[in-house]
């Protein structure tokens, strides 16, 4: 037994809490806007999977008008086609200004705008994640 802390990735999440996420996330700095009621807010996404997405409001303010159970669509400014998802907010971080998004939009658009908004990422940490499952299904486990 080693006094060693456990490792982590860039967020401090332990690695083996990261391993049994459903969806490949990929940090990032994407500008973006966050749209519900036909109304637009600022936003960075910091995180995006097939599943959903961290942002940042780029106005504190507008935090207090977003409607939680209420749906909204993500704009990626970096795209031109298949720019926007459908999706829900799941948590929010007040103090932070921060907002946890889950798509609602079917799987497989999902993949082609995170694959279009990323590709060279996309198909690395998507072969990587392949290739771990491949090599757990190997040892038996």
């Not at 995180?47 to 507008?62: C, I, Q, T, Y």
């Not at 999706?87 to 798509?103: Q, S, Y």
Request: hydrophobic share 35%.
């Amino acid at each position: 037994m080693t006094d060693e802390p456990p490792q982590t990735d860039v967020h401090g999440v332990p690695r083996e809490l990261v391993k049994r996420r459903a969806a490949v996330r990929l940090t990032t700095v994407y500008g973006g806007r966050v749209i519900q009621f036909g109304k637009a807010y600022p936003c960075v996404v910091s995180d995006v999977s097939a599943g959903g997405a961290k942002v940042r409001l780029k106005d504190p303010r507008d935090f207090s008008k977003l409607t939680k159970s209420q749906p909204v669509e993500l704009v990626f400014e970096r795209l031109s086609d298949y720019k926007s998802l459908g999706a829900e907010i799941a948590w929010t971080k007040p103090d932070e200004d921060v907002v946890g998004l889950t798509f609602t939009d079917p799987e497989l658009r999902r993949r082609v705008v995170i694959k279009k908004l990323m590709p060279n990422r996309w198909r690395i940490a998507t072969e990587h994640v392949q290739a771990e499952a491949e090599g757990l299904e190997g040892d038996g486990a």
